[in-house]
């Protein structure tokens, strides 16, 4: 279901992107994000209850779109969404991580010609899903009849998000550009990690606060 909604958004900013084209109002497209590894400011980029697992040191790379339009010279209306997974095996067992988010804002863009500088305040939501595989290579009905399917055993966070991106734009020909910028998002999640909707117990490391950032970029076309 999660993946559906963010597919969703992605489809549908890709369609803003594309109205915008047709009227010279806007643009956007496909994008890729990668979010790093470690920490900011004591605060995990990505999240996870589980004490010693990996931090994901070489990152998450996800994919996405975005799109805004409007009136040229003002402030452009838009947003972007994005989803990336990972998987990791700490001391035998395997564990995936999956990073999703969409966001809706505001965006000015400022041209110098073929550069123009865009700058960006955003609202909207990230989520992160912890999963541990469990019952590898059990794939027989019966297994599911018995309750010992292959499968991830998963617990999530969502965060209450504001996001901020600065970035330059290219512009190849008059219908492609390309662009390539950052993200700083912020967050804060009033239910913490839950199970089916009940709070995960017995966290000793945990922060209801997410401060993350990315680099991404993106290909668009219309322009």
């Known amino acids: 279901m999660r993946k559906n909604v963010s597919l ?8 803003l992107g594309i109205v915008g084209f047709a009227f010279e109002f806007g643009g956007g497209g496909p994008m890729v994000v990668y979010i790093p590894g470690g920490s900011l400011y004591g605060l995990k980029n990505i999240n996870i209850p589980v004490v010693d697992l990996p931090e994901f040191t070489d990152g998450i790379i996800a994919f996405g779109g975005y799109g805004y339009g409007g009136v040229p ?3 452009y209306g838009g947003g972007f969404g994005f989803g990336g997974e990972k998987e990791v095996t700490k ?3 395997k564990y995936k991580i999956e990073v999703g ?4 804002g505001g965006l000015k863009n400022i041209s110098f010609g073929n550069v123009s500088l865009l700058a960006g305040v955003y609202f909207g939501s990230i989520d992160i899903i912890l999963g541990r595989k469990v ?5 027989n009905v019966t297994n599911l009849e018995d309750g010992t399917l292959e499968g991830y ?3 999530s966070i969502g965060y209450i998000s504001i996001a901020a991106n600065l970035a330059i734009a290219i512009k190849v020909t008059d219908f492609m550009q390309l662009e390539v910028g950052t993200i700083a998002i912020g967050g804060y999640s009033p239910d913490g ?7 995960l117990q ?3 490391q945990y922060n209801n606060f997410l401060l993350t950032y990315g680099f991404y970029g993106g290909v668009g076309f219309g322009f």
Do not use: C, H, I
């Open 8 to 15: 969703a958004v992605v489809l549908w900013l890709s369609l």
């Open 153 to 155: 055993l998963t617990t």
């Open 135 to 139: 019952n590898e290579n059990n794939t």
């Open 202 to 204: 017995g966290l000793t």
């Open 73 to 75: 010279g003002m402030t």
């Open 193 to 199: 990690w839950l199970v089916n909707g009940k709070p």
């Open 91 to 93: 001391d035998g067992k």
């Open 101 to 104: 988010g969409g966001f809706g």
